[in-house]
């Protein structure tokens, strides 16, 4: 069921994340969403990306720390309240989150929402109780 | 300034004579060493040498060094040379590095070390109308203990402050008249600061002199304390190995510091072949006791990098000057006063699971040492959140404070990310600018 994130460690230094971009683009990996933790010594960069394996063997070959991480992906409609509502049930279900982020669909009029949390079969089953659409690495490159 | 000294038959003795008092008290230093203390007796039978070769200090040469792994290996009482009932006191190092060193005194060691302070303390000015404040750490560490003595032996009203409590020891020198100030030249600099925050200017504080010393100070530093506390500064050496604080001393020149070769014999040597330098060359200070009783160490290779001279000195002392250390022959490093080895940070590493690609960035802001650590990660030990890899950069700090008695900051950083350089890595970069 699960969403495959790319999580890659980046130095806080000048050009360091346009180099990661870079290998991505030359490889022809598209990147459907991303977010950046960064504290003043490192960049923790998330991706979402169109071939993860593509991604993790040439990033991991240029020398990058690179892992693959489970992630929830939500279909949530684009409209205000319908965030608030899937936070709602993470909350009810006493489901810690460690972080989240966003992105919009090209093709419907749809936002997901890629979440981080401490148990990810329970987020799973809880929203879909609730009625939510989760989506997948299949799904990511129909959207 | 009118010339003062503690022992002025000793201090100003000609230099053909000290050699020849140096000569007779190491031939019988050997003769007693190598009676009473089969770990070097061993040393020497492994190097053909019995006491019958050394005829003066022209033979010294033929003798075995002893080196901080020896005192390793013979800890507690190898290299002990006295019964421990003729023993009265045990002085150690820091000891949370794991080489710590335990030294043995008797009364006679005592003695001798304290006078050797008490000669540091009249080239500073000291008199027994003086009021002496101590504020070194009292306890294991020989500082406090060493300059109470010679305090005491100088006629001073000593005030036996120890470390810390600064404000207390503020009130304590203006309202007491302290006029001579011992401690460690960064704690002096912190007393400056807090007396000029305290709102006194330095013609308010009653000092005229201060003795600093058992760590790496400038001589940017020295004016900076010596503008601050409105006093002369002076530097004094010593360790623990050779009995503490005191092993040699600045006088009103400020050039360079007398050894007290009474009891101390200097070499310098090459530090990577151990053959004997001529003076005026720059190499590994070794140091022979010369009428130390219980822990009389012969050839102590002390890994301090200086330089020897011998000139006429205006204060009228006879004895050798040291340079002040330059540098350390191993990667060992002092930070905030606690020698720190690569190896041990190396260790921690290999302990908690990481392997040992590191770099250490020592640095010095105001006064205060900044001590970094940089960590190599293993693609299994990122953490894809900030709080995650936090929590490891805590933990293995908080493991490298458990052996080095610092708190370091760790930061962990990407693999092969740290500078090498050919292939070798970059294992320490000292920027703080101790030597002129």
Redesign the interface.
């Known amino acids: 069921m699960s969403l495959k ?1 790319l ?1 890659v ?1 980046v ?1 806080n230094k000048p050009g360091a994340l346009v180099a990661i971009t870079d290998t991505l683009a030359e490889h022809k990996v598209n990147i459907r969403a991303l977010s950046i ?3 003043q ?2 960049g ?1 960069l ?1 991706l979402i990306v169109s071939d993860n394996d593509t991604a993790l063997v040439t990033l991991t070959r240029e ?5 693959t ?1 489970d992630v929830v992906g939500v279909k949530i409609g684009d409209q205000p309240g319908k965030l608030s509502k899937a936070l709602a049930v993470l909350d009810e279900a006493g489901i810690n989150m ?2 989240l982020y966003a992105f919009m669909s090209r093709t419907e009029k749809h936002a997901y929402v890629v979440l ?1 949390v401490a148990d990810n079969a329970a987020a799973e089953t809880a929203l879909e109780a609730a009625g939510f659409h989760l989506i997948t690495d299949v799904d990511i490159n129909k959207l | 300034m009118e010339k003062r000294y503690y022992q002025p038959e000793i201090e100003t003795m000609p230099v053909e004579e000290i050699k020849k008092l140096q000569s007779e008290k190491l031939v019988k230093q050997v003769r007693h060493v190598y009676d009473n203390v089969p770990y070097y007796r061993n040393l020497m039978e492994e190097k053909g040498v019995t006491p019958d070769d050394i005829h003066g200090i022209e033979d010294l040469h033929k003798l075995p060094f002893l080196t901080k792994a020896d005192l390793r290996d013979a800890y507690p009482y190898g290299l002990l040379a006295k019964p421990l009932k003729d023993c009265v006191r045990i002085q150690s190092t820091s000891g949370t590095t794991g080489r710590r060193v335990v030294a043995f005194y008797t009364q006679h060691d005592i003695d001798l070390w304290e006078d050797c302070c008490a000669r540091a303390i009249v080239a500073a000015g000291g008199t027994e109308e003086d009021v002496c404040q101590v504020a070194y750490g009292y306890g294991l560490f020989t500082g406090g203990p060493g300059l109470n003595g010679g305090s005491h032996k100088v006629g001073c009203l000593t005030l036996p402050m120890s470390s810390g409590f600064t404000e207390r020891q503020i009130q304590f020198m203006t309202d007491l008249n302290a006029t001579i100030l011992c401690c460690t030249p960064s704690y002096a600099a912190y007393i400056g600061e807090t007396a000029k925050e305290m709102g006194l200017t330095p013609d308010q504080i009653p000092l005229k002199a201060g003795i600093f010393g058992a760590e790496p100070w400038t001589e940017e530093m020295r004016r900076g304390i010596e503008a601050a506390l409105g006093i002369k500064a002076y530097d004094i050496y010593g360790l623990t190995e050779t009995s503490g604080p005191g092993v040699s001393f600045e006088c009103s020149e400020q050039t360079g510091m007398h050894i007290n070769e009474d009891h101390f014999l200097a070499e310098i040597i090459d530090p990577d072949t151990g053959e004997v330098l001529p003076e005026g060359s720059k190499g590994e200070l070794v140091f022979t006791a010369l009428d130390k009783e219980a822990f009389p160490l012969l050839r102590y290779r002390t890994r301090d990098i200086c330089v020897l001279t011998r000139k006429p000195c205006s204060c009228g002392r006879t004895h050798i000057k040291m340079s002040k250390p330059m540098g350390r022959s191993d990667d060992m490093m002092i930070i905030r006063g606690v020698n720190v080895f690569p190896s041990q940070i190396e260790t921690v590493l290999l302990q908690e699971g990481y392997q040992p690609n590191y770099q250490i960035v020592v640095d010095r802001v105001g006064n205060n040492d900044t001590f970094e650590v940089n960590v190599e990660m293993n693609p299994d030990q990122f953490e894809d959140t900030v709080g995650g890899i936090t929590a490891r950069e805590k933990a293995l700090a908080d493991a490298m404070k458990a052996i080095l008695g610092i708190n370091p900051k760790v930061h962990l950083v990407a693999p092969k990310s740290i500078t090498r350089s050919e292939g070798k890595a970059v294992r320490v970069i000292d920027k703080r600018k101790l030597h002129d």
Request: glycine letters at 4%; hydrophobic letters at 30%; charged letters at 35%.
């Open positions: 994130q999580t460690f130095e933790a960064d504290t010594e490192f923790i998330r020398g990058y720390l690179i892992k991480t460690e972080y981080r």
